[in-house]
């Protein structure tokens, strides 16, 4: 059985940089199979996608998001890092991380989430 699990800091001051861990049990974040996403949700702009870093490290992101966004990973344990820079009060909101099989191009497994705060 699968499962990921995010932790980070609930709150983050505006400015700084935000950084969550994702990890994944159960499988491996190198198999050739998945890609390994980031998505958050907020009230305001419900379910945004944010980025993904597939078997080989490399990633794609959110075009919105580019700028201040960074997902790498630590194949040792097996763990996924986002990084969203210059944080604001726009970014509160809960971050998930989810796994999707490349074939049919859907998420079969998710993580809990994790609740972030911005505020000074």
């Known amino acids: 059985q699968v499962q990921l699990q995010e932790s980070g800091p609930g709150l983050v001051k505006p400015s700084q940089t935000l950084s969550l861990t994702c990890t994944v049990s159960g499988g491996s974040i190198t198999s050739t199979d998945y890609g390994w996403d980031w998505i958050r949700q907020s009230p305001g702009r419900g379910l945004e996608w944010m980025g993904v870093?597939?078997?080989?490290?490399?990633?794609h992101y959110n075009p919105s998001l580019r700028s201040r966004t960074s997902i790498s990973r630590d194949t040792s344990k097996n763990q996924l890092v986002l990084q969203l820079s210059s944080v604001i009060p726009e970014d509160a909101g809960v971050y998930y991380c989810?796994?999707?099989?490349?074939?049919?191009?859907?998420?079969?497994?998710w993580g809990q989430g994790t609740q972030v705060f911005v505020s000074s």
């Open positions: 870093i597939f078997f080989d490290g490399s990633s």
């Open positions: 989810a796994r999707h099989q490349h074939v049919v191009g859907e998420y079969d497994y």
